[in-house]
């Protein structure tokens, strides 16, 4: 009797957890490696994002990848600098074009 409550409490504890994960983190696939960011308040904005290729990188326009702040705040960007998805240079323009609309 006694353990079927403790599953329970196991089974929510888990649950309340991987709640709690999701709302604190980023989790960025990247050629289908996942990549974890933390972020900076809880929320569920832009839990999910994949970035599948160079390719992709070049179709969607590097500058509306980085566009929300949230994920920049985490350090998208950065992150795709550290995987060599983009270089540098690319990830200055970007941010440039994006903060002072150049």
Not at 19 to 36: D, Q, R, S, T, V
Not at 71 to 85: C, D, I
Request: aromatic share 8%; charged share 25%.
């Amino acid at each position: 009797m006694q353990t079927g409550k403790i599953k329970k409490m196991i089974f929510l504890a888990l649950l309340l957890y991987g709640g709690y994960f999701l709302l604190a983190n980023h989790i960025i696939f990247i050629e289908n490696k996942p990549h974890i960011l933390p972020k900076a308040k809880l929320n569920l904005n832009h839990t999910f994002t994949s970035i599948a290729s160079r390719k992709e990188i070049k179709y969607k326009m590097l500058v509306n990848i980085i566009r929300p702040a949230d994920l920049r705040n985490a350090g998208l960007g950065e992150l795709l600098v550290k995987t060599g998805m983009i270089s540098d240079d690319e990830l200055r323009a970007a941010e440039d074009q994006l903060d002072y609309g150049n």
